[in-house]
């Protein structure tokens, strides 16, 4: 029997980038395949060619052993592929039922009651619950997912592609995930998963294809192979995948930071904090975890000046903050970097150099009307050399390096201005696994000088490993601060979820 | 089947090579039409040379034109660099006009040294908070400046057109609705023939270079246009920045507007600008925003202007044909960013349909 689909020899460049270079890639129905790369290998130029946004510039894909050419998603859509984003492409004021609807052609009007109904018998075929009436804003990201899912699923789709679907998920809702995968799986679909975590890997597909440098390197099954020899193919080398704990000299530690029932409000006056307290130690890294859009990033800039603060207090060596301007709490040894998803948001300006950004706030102390931008050619290059940035030369824009250098630039003129007080949030957003492990012996190497260090983390493994202490918000709530040591990955997906411990079920 | 295809980043050398050229392609273009008016587009371009720069009667003439355009456009540049888009630099050069007449109207019994730098600060003041006005209800109430700034031009000019037939008109005018001529000590002197503004023309270029270039402003002003959370997040005072480069932008014009009523026409009319508050936007944005290209791409549009004025004399031909070729070189330019970051691919379908594309 033929495999369902089949991409043999794929290739897409772009100007002189080769994107896919001689891809071969097949999906069986009934299996799970996971396609496994890291950031720029490939991965979503052969997926975008797969659902029809791109065409190939040679090679052929096969549906059922015939040669098919897509020429638009529509084409891919009626081959029976479904392509479920990493970023949800839904319309937030309309239902469920009326998002999955959406560019069907199906006559003028909506059938609203037939479609709900539909809709239900299919959630219910598939083990899916969603409420088709629902408002997708009243959505929790999971809930949003779901609808993805199903409206590929309502369009046919025998082959559902999904582009990095646990990175916006807690531990349990990613279980739930699972189950339905699996379901999806028995009942004869086939699934596709494009992730760069390497346990998902392992616990859920049946095969994977590693992609490297737009070169398919090889495809395995899940049970012949193991995380490290995964890591291996994707990254082309031997690497170690522990994180370590770095150890402190007990004289530094001397707790330098205290929040005390600090309250922000939103601009629709619901609390983005809600009293939270904590405090944090020189030499200590304190992470944060929580479902995106909890208070970390107004916790962030609450501290760093830059929220409007309705109630409590933040200490810093004895000192209150809160009369304090932005830029006399940088004077202060505080620094903040927040990376955000488009990660060129906060903290640089992409469409200058390095020297500029990096003096974006060295230059408030120079002397003088002029920058100076001989100092600032100098620190630039300092920056490059430790940290290893690769770029022509100090006068590249920012925009135009890759993903990885783009973060070392950010943190790098964080740590050059020597901080007491660390505040970095998504650090190693979107790096690949070299780039990652590079920004965190960065950061145990300034904890280690008696840095105080506040992580705000995606990755609950890379958090518990790196963490001292991990302070769960919830709603702009703590729900609580726990040992990194001691605590599991399911306690802190609970606390995430809102789940205080006394209401855990006996598990 | 043709398809739009993002180009990889041009170099800043061929961008500059592309925009020459599309300035060329326009006057080609331009010269058709004026070929479709039925004239000859070659002896309307060697006029208006020679009525822009052939003698010094001429030259004065376009050098008149090109000083308020390269301080409007530097002005203009200022704010554009914040993408402060300032459309009112026409509006501020009137406020400018009417602080500068007021001193010289009403206070003429001032030795000339203390009177023009008293009217020289009235216009820089007057212009300056006629653009603080959309900047603050920008920053206090989120208004767009482009609408704001727009609009403040017609009543700026329509207060102009008050003061001339109501509380200022001459009364030595027998009912005429015009406004009294300024005495000599508010008249900007002459050096080498053309009035002191082209001096002071020069020297603000260099300075707004290195306000743009060099400064902390300068520097504040490009991050905050760039990207405004970052400059956030550096600690940079929002609020504050923007005000002081608006009130340097709305200042220049101003400057502009007493440059106008005191070297050009000597007095406080409604048609002071010429509409060179608008052509200013043009030429700060051909020129990128950078002084030095701003005083050559002015002085190029000086001449279209004055060329064109010249055409209406010699070969009673409309000015507006001046216009039209200025329009159809802003077309053209703004072509040229499309082309800068794109470019259009005619691609063959493959495979299925190889057949199909044979038999068309």
């Given at each position: 029997?033929?495999?369902?689909?089949?991409?043999?020899?794929?290739?897409?460049?772009?100007?002189?980038?080769?994107?896919?270079?001689?891809?071969?890639?097949?999906?069986?129905?009934?299996?799970?395949?996971?396609?496994?790369?890291?950031?720029?290998?490939?991965?979503?130029?052969?997926?975008?060619?797969?659902?029809?946004?791109?065409?190939?510039?040679?090679?052929?894909?096969?549906?059922?052993?015939?040669?098919?050419?897509?020429?638009?998603?529509?084409?891919?859509?009626?081959?029976?592929?479904?392509?479920?984003?990493?970023?949800?492409?839904?319309?937030?004021?309309?239902?469920?039922?009326?998002?999955?609807?959406?560019?069907?052609?199906?006559?003028?009007?909506?059938?609203?009651?037939?479609?709900?109904?539909?809709?239900?018998?299919?959630?219910?075929?598939?083990?899916?619950?969603?409420?088709?009436?629902?408002?997708?804003?009243?959505?929790?990201?999971?809930?949003?997912?779901?609808?993805?899912?199903?409206?590929?699923?309502?369009?046919?789709?025998?082959?559902?592609?999904?582009?990095?679907?646990?990175?916006?998920?807690?531990?349990?809702?990613?279980?739930?995930?699972?189950?339905?995968?699996?379901?999806?799986?028995?009942?004869?679909?086939?699934?596709?998963?494009?992730?760069?975590?390497?346990?998902?890997?392992?616990?859920?597909?049946?095969?994977?294809?590693?992609?490297?440098?737009?070169?398919?390197?090889?495809?395995?099954?899940?049970?012949?192979?193991?995380?490290?020899?995964?890591?291996?193919?994707?990254?082309?080398?031997?690497?170690?995948?522990?994180?370590?704990?770095?150890?402190?000299?007990?004289?530094?530690?001397?707790?330098?930071?205290?929040?005390?029932?600090?309250?922000?409000?939103?601009?629709?006056?619901?609390?983005?904090?809600?009293?939270?307290?904590?405090?944090?130690?020189?030499?200590?890294?304190?992470?944060?975890?929580?479902?995106?859009?909890?208070?970390?990033?107004?916790?962030?800039?609450?501290?760093?000046?830059?929220?409007?603060?309705?109630?409590?207090?933040?200490?810093?060596?004895?000192?209150?903050?809160?009369?304090?301007?932005?830029?006399?709490?940088?004077?202060?040894?505080?620094?903040?970097?927040?990376?955000?998803?488009?990660?060129?948001?906060?903290?640089?300006?992409?469409?200058?150099?390095?020297?500029?950004?990096?003096?974006?706030?060295?230059?408030?102390?120079?002397?003088?009307?002029?920058?100076?931008?001989?100092?600032?050619?100098?620190?630039?290059?300092?920056?490059?050399?430790?940290?290893?940035?690769?770029?022509?030369?100090?006068?590249?824009?920012?925009?135009?390096?890759?993903?990885?250098?783009?973060?070392?630039?950010?943190?790098?003129?964080?740590?050059?201005?020597?901080?007491?007080?660390?505040?970095?949030?998504?650090?190693?957003?979107?790096?690949?696994?070299?780039?990652?492990?590079?920004?965190?012996?960065?950061?145990?190497?300034?904890?280690?000088?008696?840095?105080?260090?506040?992580?705000?983390?995606?990755?609950?493994?890379?958090?518990?490993?790196?963490?001292?202490?991990?302070?769960?918000?919830?709603?702009g709530k703590i729900m609580g601060i726990l040992d990194a040591v001691s605590t599991t990955k399911e306690e802190v997906g609970l606390l995430m979820l809102g789940h205080m411990p006394d209401e855990k079920e006996d598990a | 089947m043709l398809q739009i295809v993002k180009k990889q980043e041009m170099s800043p050398r061929n961008a500059a090579i592309l925009r020459v050229s599309m300035v060329f392609a326009a006057l080609i273009a331009a010269g058709v039409i004026i070929l479709i008016l039925g004239y000859n587009p070659i002896t309307v371009y060697s006029k208006m040379i020679e009525g822009a720069l052939t003698n010094k009667y001429r030259l004065t003439q376009t050098i008149n034109k090109a000083i308020p355009l390269v301080i409007l456009s530097l002005g203009v540049a200022v704010a554009f660099k914040m993408k402060f888009w300032n459309i009112g630099a026409e509006g501020q050069l009137y406020m400018g006009a009417i602080g500068a007449s007021y001193i010289a109207l009403f206070h003429s019994d001032l030795p000339i040294y203390i009177m023009l730098p008293l009217m020289m600060l009235a216009g820089i003041l007057c212009g300056g908070i006629w653009a603080l006005i959309p900047a603050v209800l920008k920053s206090s109430l989120g208004t767009n400046e482009t609408l704001v700034t727009l609009m403040m031009n017609y009543v700026a000019q329509k207060f102009v057109n008050y003061l001339q037939i109501g509380p200022w008109k001459d009364p030595k005018a027998f009912g005429f609705p015009k406004i009294a001529t300024f005495t000599d000590n508010a008249v900007l002197p002459k050096v080498f023939g053309i009035h002191i503004g082209w001096i002071i023309a020069l020297i603000l270029v260099v300075v707004v270079h290195i306000l743009l270039k060099h400064s902390k402003l300068g520097y504040e002003i490009s991050v905050l246009g760039e990207n405004p959370q970052t400059a956030r997040y550096a600690g940079m005072s929002i609020p504050k920045i923007l005000l002081v480069s608006v009130l340097i932008s709305g200042g220049l014009c101003g400057l502009v507007g007493m440059m106008q009523a005191s070297g050009i026409e000597k007095t406080l009319n409604e048609g002071i600008s010429g509409g060179l508050g608008f052509t200013a936007i043009i030429t700060a944005y051909l020129a990128q925003l950078s002084a030095p290209v701003i005083l050559v791409v002015s002085f190029l549009f000086a001449v279209l202007l004055q060329g064109g004025t010249f055409l209406q004399v010699a070969l009673e031909i409309p000015a507006s044909v001046a216009e039209v070729v200025q329009g159809v070189i802003l077309f053209f330019v703004l072509a040229s960013e499309f082309f800068t970051n794109y470019k259009i691919v005619i691609r063959h379908r493959e495979s299925a349909d190889a057949g199909k594309e044979a038999a068309e």
């Amino acid at each position: 029997m033929h495999d369902y689909v089949e991409l043999r020899d794929i290739t897409k460049s772009f100007g002189s980038v080769k994107a896919n270079d001689h891809i071969n890639f097949s999906i069986r129905r009934g299996e799970i395949h996971a396609l496994l790369g890291e950031n720029g290998s490939g991965k979503s130029t052969l997926m975008n060619i797969l659902s029809g946004i791109y065409t190939p510039d040679s090679g052929e894909i096969l549906l059922d052993g015939k040669p098919i050419v897509f020429h638009s998603p529509a084409d891919s859509i009626r081959a029976g592929i479904g392509m479920v984003h990493q970023h949800f492409k839904l319309v937030d004021v309309l239902s469920a039922k009326e998002n999955i609807a959406a560019g069907e052609k199906s006559g003028f009007w909506l059938r609203a009651k037939s479609l709900g109904d539909e809709i239900r018998d299919l959630a219910k075929k598939y083990s899916l619950s969603v409420d088709p009436d629902k408002k997708i804003y009243q959505m929790a990201v999971s809930e949003k997912q779901t609808v993805e899912i199903l409206k590929v699923l309502y369009r046919g789709a025998q082959v559902l592609i999904l582009d990095e679907p646990t990175a916006v998920l807690t531990p349990q809702e990613i279980r739930v995930l699972f189950d339905i995968l699996r379901n999806m799986k028995a009942m004869g679909c086939a699934v596709v998963i494009i992730t760069h975590k390497l346990g998902e890997v392992m616990e859920i597909s049946d095969r994977v294809t590693v992609l490297r440098k737009g070169k398919s390197i090889e495809t395995i099954d899940t049970a012949n192979t193991n995380a490290r020899m995964l890591t291996e193919m994707m990254v082309g080398h031997p690497m170690s995948l522990d994180i370590d704990r770095a150890k402190v000299d007990p004289a530094l530690i001397r707790p330098i930071l205290q929040v005390n029932d600090l309250t922000v409000m939103r601009p629709e006056n619901i609390p983005a904090l809600d009293h939270v307290s904590f405090t944090l130690s020189s030499g200590e890294i304190l992470g944060v975890a929580g479902i995106a859009g909890s208070g970390q990033k107004e916790l962030c800039e609450a501290i760093a000046g830059l929220e409007h603060i309705t109630g409590g207090d933040i200490v810093f060596k004895g000192q209150s903050l809160l009369k304090l301007s932005p830029r006399d709490i940088i004077v202060r040894g505080i620094t903040m970097s927040f990376v955000p998803e488009d990660r060129l948001g906060m903290g640089l300006v992409g469409a200058m150099n390095i020297i500029d950004n990096v003096l974006l706030k060295a230059y408030q102390n120079m002397p003088g009307v002029f920058v100076d931008r001989k100092e600032g050619k100098r620190i630039a290059n300092e920056i490059i050399d430790r940290f290893e940035i690769s770029t022509p030369g100090p006068h590249h824009e920012v925009k135009k390096l890759s993903g990885g250098n783009i973060q070392k630039v950010l943190l790098g003129r964080e740590i050059n201005l020597n901080p007491e007080l660390l505040i970095t949030a998504y650090p190693v957003r979107g790096l690949d696994i070299g780039a990652s492990y590079n920004i965190y012996d960065v950061l145990n190497e300034q904890k280690q000088k008696g840095v105080g260090i506040l992580f705000i983390g995606e990755d609950l493994d890379v958090l518990l490993s790196i963490s001292d202490r991990i302070m769960v918000m919830h709603e702009g709530k703590i729900m609580g601060i726990l040992d990194a040591v001691s605590t599991t990955k399911e306690e802190v997906g609970l606390l995430m979820l809102g789940h205080m411990p006394d209401e855990k079920e006996d598990a | 089947m043709l398809q739009i295809v993002k180009k990889q980043e041009m170099s800043p050398r061929n961008a500059a090579i592309l925009r020459v050229s599309m300035v060329f392609a326009a006057l080609i273009a331009a010269g058709v039409i004026i070929l479709i008016l039925g004239y000859n587009p070659i002896t309307v371009y060697s006029k208006m040379i020679e009525g822009a720069l052939t003698n010094k009667y001429r030259l004065t003439q376009t050098i008149n034109k090109a000083i308020p355009l390269v301080i409007l456009s530097l002005g203009v540049a200022v704010a554009f660099k914040m993408k402060f888009w300032n459309i009112g630099a026409e509006g501020q050069l009137y406020m400018g006009a009417i602080g500068a007449s007021y001193i010289a109207l009403f206070h003429s019994d001032l030795p000339i040294y203390i009177m023009l730098p008293l009217m020289m600060l009235a216009g820089i003041l007057c212009g300056g908070i006629w653009a603080l006005i959309p900047a603050v209800l920008k920053s206090s109430l989120g208004t767009n400046e482009t609408l704001v700034t727009l609009m403040m031009n017609y009543v700026a000019q329509k207060f102009v057109n008050y003061l001339q037939i109501g509380p200022w008109k001459d009364p030595k005018a027998f009912g005429f609705p015009k406004i009294a001529t300024f005495t000599d000590n508010a008249v900007l002197p002459k050096v080498f023939g053309i009035h002191i503004g082209w001096i002071i023309a020069l020297i603000l270029v260099v300075v707004v270079h290195i306000l743009l270039k060099h400064s902390k402003l300068g520097y504040e002003i490009s991050v905050l246009g760039e990207n405004p959370q970052t400059a956030r997040y550096a600690g940079m005072s929002i609020p504050k920045i923007l005000l002081v480069s608006v009130l340097i932008s709305g200042g220049l014009c101003g400057l502009v507007g007493m440059m106008q009523a005191s070297g050009i026409e000597k007095t406080l009319n409604e048609g002071i600008s010429g509409g060179l508050g608008f052509t200013a936007i043009i030429t700060a944005y051909l020129a990128q925003l950078s002084a030095p290209v701003i005083l050559v791409v002015s002085f190029l549009f000086a001449v279209l202007l004055q060329g064109g004025t010249f055409l209406q004399v010699a070969l009673e031909i409309p000015a507006s044909v001046a216009e039209v070729v200025q329009g159809v070189i802003l077309f053209f330019v703004l072509a040229s960013e499309f082309f800068t970051n794109y470019k259009i691919v005619i691609r063959h379908r493959e495979s299925a349909d190889a057949g199909k594309e044979a038999a068309e």
